[in-house]
């Protein structure tokens, strides 16, 4: 008979007390076996909060970065034993919900689980995206289908499934310490042929945060090229240390 898996979900904070409480009030606790949230020296008491609702809770000594707080996440999942880690921010953006549809594509086989909040056109404006990134999401998702050749129809969003498998065949600990981080794991899992699968995730984009600013996301756009740009010299002539199987 084989071993249950271990579900570990991982809440990357950062200033997230006020939205830290509803978020995990709503949080399907059943479906995991453990929960981590790692606080990346936040100002706000977030790492407080979560002890005091019974979280199992780390806090950063300083701040690391969105990708270098989801590096620590992932060690702390996986020397904690976990199986399949599943990603979700604590801001409310992302509705668990998604999370049994994304733990059935894993026991089908998927490595990598990604949210599609693209499954109704229209959903993501209603839930408060705003217009001026919509259009720009869209275009940076067709263009990424064809160049890294996989069949998914929303790669920058928030939630995100991980197993235990994924983790030990790329290396991420070489992907940058910023947003960045999360592209370039799928695009490590794409030139891996690891198994990526999708599930309809339902977001809520109220309120002063409503995603990335401007600047931000341009900065991300930029990235996004350059991660692309290096994916296919790595399928051709030259490869970096982002694109090397990691051995375990």
Same mark, same amino acid.
């Given at each position: 008979m084989e071993k249950p898996k271990k579900i570990i979900a991982i809440l990357i904070a950062y200033n997230a007390a006020g939205t830290l409480r509803q978020f995990y009030s709503s949080f399907p606790r059943h479906l995991v076996d453990e929960l981590v949230l790692v606080d990346d020296a936040s100002k706000d008491g977030t790492f407080e909060l979560a002890k005091e609702l019974g979280i199992n809770a780390y806090q950063n000594r300083v701040n690391l970065g969105y990708g270098g707080n989801m590096k620590e996440a992932i060690r702390i999942a996986l020397e904690g034993g976990a199986d399949v880690i599943i990603d979700i921010h604590p801001d409310g953006e992302y509705n668990p919900s998604a999370i049994p549809a994304a733990l059935?594509?894993?026991?089908? *086989?998927?490595?990598?689980?990604? *949210?599609?909040?693209? !499954?109704?056109?229209?959903?993501?404006?209603?839930? *408060? =995206?705003? @217009?001026?990134?919509?259009?720009? /999401? =869209?275009?940076?998702?067709?263009?990424?289908?064809?160049?890294?050749?996989?069949? /998914?129809?929303?790669?920058?969003? *928030?939630?995100? @499934? !991980?197993?235990?498998?994924?983790?030990?065949?790329?290396n991420y600990k070489n992907d940058s310490n910023g947003y960045i981080f999360s592209f370039e794991l799928i695009a490590q899992a794409a030139f891996n042929k690891c198994s990526i699968a999708e599930v309809p995730v339902d977001t809520n984009y109220t309120g002063v945060k409503r995603g990335a600013s401007l600047k931000h996301s341009l900065k991300y756009s930029f990235g996004i090229f350059k991660v692309m740009f290096f994916f296919l010299l790595a399928k051709s002539f030259y490869r970096t240390s982002m694109y090397e199987r990691k051995f375990t």
């Open positions: 059935k594509a894993v026991e089908n *086989g998927a490595d990598l689980v990604l *949210g599609n909040r693209f !499954y109704d056109a229209k959903a993501p404006l209603s839930s *408060g =995206m705003r @217009v001026w990134k919509f259009f720009p /999401i =869209m275009a940076l998702n067709k263009i990424a289908q064809v160049v890294l050749g996989v069949k /998914i129809h929303d790669l920058h969003q *928030g939630f995100r @499934v !991980y197993t235990r498998k994924l983790l030990e065949k790329i």
